[in-house]
């Protein structure tokens, strides 16, 4: 009475076409872009309130750094519980080893960015020059040379931190493939 629909065998699955995944893969991508302007939201207003709150009592550069990886911090807290539940959510499920593959490619994230953040305000002179510079007013109220250059270090490690995530933190797993 009641026709069984057919099943896609495994041949015609595996033939899907690679533009899907391309599709996929943008959209993922603009995802990732929109969870990282969050992050760079909470990074940097953590940074901005840390800062703010140390100058008062201490002097010295460590204050930017400390306050950097401070918000650091909760960006990656952020990035995670975003990543895991809105952009990445098909292909995974949570384990320690995902997490700790996440905590590692933001540390090295962190890295690279503090290092791309030095080599932007002392090599290039980034700093200096936007804090002399007589534009962009009302952003230099919120913004300092500092952290110009942090947005800019932050800018240029999305497109790597993307790739590490999709391949390395929340690739699909074997198992998932095989079960489909």
Not at 18 to 38: M, N, P
Not at 53 to 65: H, V
């Given at each position: ?135 962009f007013g009302f952003f230099k109220k919120f913004i300092d040379g500092h952290l110009f250059c942090q947005l800019l270090a932050t800018v240029c490690y999305i497109f790597v931190n993307f790739i590490l995530n999709k391949v390395f933190v ?11």
């Amino acid at each position: 009475m009641f026709r069984k629909k057919p099943e896609i065998n495994e041949e015609i699955k595996s033939e899907a076409p690679a533009r899907s995944e391309g599709k996929k893969s943008f959209i993922q991508l603009i995802k990732f872009c929109i969870v990282g302007v969050a992050n760079t939201l909470v990074s940097m207003i953590v940074q901005i309130i840390v800062s703010n709150i140390l100058k008062l009592f201490w002097s010295g550069s460590w204050i930017d750094t400390a306050a950097l990886i401070l918000g650091h911090i909760c960006g990656i807290i952020n990035s995670y519980i975003m990543n895991s539940k809105w952009t990445f959510k098909e292909e995974h499920k949570r384990s320690k080893k995902e997490l700790f593959r996440f905590i590692l490619v933001n540390v090295l994230g962190l890295f690279i960015t503090i290092g791309l953040r030095e080599f932007f305000a002392r090599v290039c002179c980034l700093e200096a020059w936007w804090n002399n510079v007589e534009a962009f007013g009302f952003f230099k109220k919120f913004i300092d040379g500092h952290l110009f250059c942090q947005l800019l270090a932050t800018v240029c490690y999305i497109f790597v931190n993307f790739i590490l995530n999709k391949v390395f933190v929340f690739k699909e797993k074997e198992d998932d493939k095989k079960a489909e």
